[in-house]
């Protein structure tokens, strides 16, 4: 084959110089921009910041996020970290009051608290975070404790120390700090007074309210349900900031009959509270507000919720959650999650729906007397309930469809739970009588 001439084979040489050259420019210009990423970067803001200022930032938001900000740098995760300033931090679900169960051949099993209550962590593992006997109190208060309500870190109840067995006063305590104040009243027990809620949101107030619901008569043992049907009349709300009780009137358009024992939610300055025919009561700490939420509608037309089933209420990142038993298909029995997106709206969506078989892994019918909705975590998509007989307390986990075995807590008849979450932080404010 003829060998083509040097004139034609000269611009292929010259091309090859050209593309050499052209890499060398783009590796000047490479050694250019690596030479400017290696210059000194600029200064972190939050440099500037003390960390007396850094750790009061902190202290304003959720714990799933300060979690994560442990990861920003090593002063954050130093800071975070910090025994002192964990003080000063948001807490999350630490564990939950119980009722002991009661063995009937010991009649002094439940003498180990005062109230008959235990504590457990919600991680099943370690001594209890908080000891329930509530030591820190004074003798004289500890005689005829019983424990009412929970909100934020704080506890609410009754203390029966006085001559007359019906006598009694409210007492507001924070096992964290081992604090406790006294309520500036004595009442006289009856089924007029058995509903009272607490509401206390440290994010807005470090004042905390109690909500006494006075029911529509009293009875005895021969009373009769059609004469007595306990719907509430009027409301008496005590405000810690201001040491005074307020007296209303029942605003609610219905007859509201409130259950003694299921959660109630606090949320910038309003009361929720779930009543027996299927709505929600909802009252401000002024008594001026007085609306009613609508349960969820049932996906359903055939197999709609039990009215008389009450649900339960719990908040999950500032929205109000719900949860009831619901139904999938003819005969299979779910939990199912609800969120009111938009509190004005009142409309509330479908979050998640489980069915019990899944969450036990058996077949069994269960209704919220077996199965009972102990409390939506703050932070996590995860609920935390109870089941059986022997009470087994359980957490699913609603991302990763997951369902965990945390502990037998034993039988009881009393179905009364307390969520608790440690307030570390604040003081309760001094109502003179402590």
């Known amino acids: 084959m003829r060998a083509p001439p ?4 000269r611009p292929r040489k010259h091309l090859w110089w050209r593309w050499r050259w052209l890499a060398m420019a783009g590796g000047s210009g490479s050694r250019k921009r690596k030479a400017r990423r290696m210059r000194k970067p600029r200064p972190d803001p939050t440099a500037l910041l003390t960390d007396d200022l850094l750790v009061e930032i902190l202290a304003r938001v959720l714990y799933r996020d300060l979690c994560r900000f442990r990861c920003v740098s090593k002063r954050w995760s130093a ?10 931090l948001p807490q999350t679900l630490t564990g939950i009051f119980y009722p002991m169960p009661l063995d009937p051949d010991d009649a002094g099993s439940q003498a180990l608290t005062p109230h008959g209550y235990g504590f457990t962590n919600v991680s099943g593992t370690g001594p ?11 003798d004289r208060e500890r005689v005829g404790l019983e424990l009412v309500d929970c909100c934020n870190g704080l506890i609410l109840c009754r203390c029966f120390r006085f001559a007359d067995d019906h006598e009694f006063h409210y007492l507001v305590l924070n096992p964290a ?9 004595t009442r006289r027990w009856s089924t007029k007074l058995q509903t009272v809620r607490l509401g206390f949101d440290p994010a807005v107030s470090p004042h905390f309210y109690v909500f006494e619901f006075e029911l529509n008569e009293d009875y005895d043992e021969d009373y009769n349900d059609d004469d007595w049907d306990g719907h509430v009349v009027r409301v ?5 900031g201001t040491g005074f009780w307020i007296d209303k009137e029942n605003g609610w358009t219905l007859c509201m009959l409130l259950p003694m024992d299921f959660k109630s939610v606090f949320l910038d300055g309003v009361l929720y509270v779930i009543a027996i025919q299927g709505i929600i009561g909802v009252v401000d700490v002024e008594g001026r507000t007085w609306r009613i939420i609508e349960f969820p509608d049932p996906r359903s037309e055939i197999f709609p919720f039990n009215r008389t089933d009450v649900g339960f209420i719990d908040l999950f990142q500032g929205q109000l959650h719900f949860a009831t038993d619901g139904r999938i298909g003819h005969s299979i029995h779910s939990l199912e999650i609800w969120v009111l997106e938009d509190k004005e709206s009142e409309e ?5 729906t489980v069915c019990f078989e899944f969450l036990l892994g058996r077949k069994r019918e269960f209704g919220f007397r077996d199965f009972i909705v102990v409390v939506i975590h703050s932070d996590r998509n995860m609920v935390f309930f109870v089941c059986g007989r022997e009470r087994t307390l359980m957490s699913y986990d609603m991302d990763r469809w997951e369902g965990h075995i945390i502990r037998n807590l034993g039988y009881s008849e009393i179905e009364h739970f307390l969520p608790y ?12 009588n402590q």
Do not use: M, Q
Request: charged share 20%; with cysteine; net charge positive.
């Open 6 to 9: 040097a004139a034609a084979r």
């Open 79 to 88: 800071l975070i970290s910090d025994p002192d300033n964990r003080r000063r």
């Open 128 to 138: 209890p975070f908080i000891h329930p006997s509530f030591s820190f109190l004074p």
């Open 177 to 185: 700090t081992e604090e406790w104040v006294a309520v500036p009243v």
């Open 236 to 240: 008496k709300i005590y405000s810690s």
């Open 348 to 352: 509330w969506t479908l979050k998640h």
């Open 421 to 432: 979450v440690p307030l570390l932080p604040k003081s309760l404010p001094d109502c003179g």
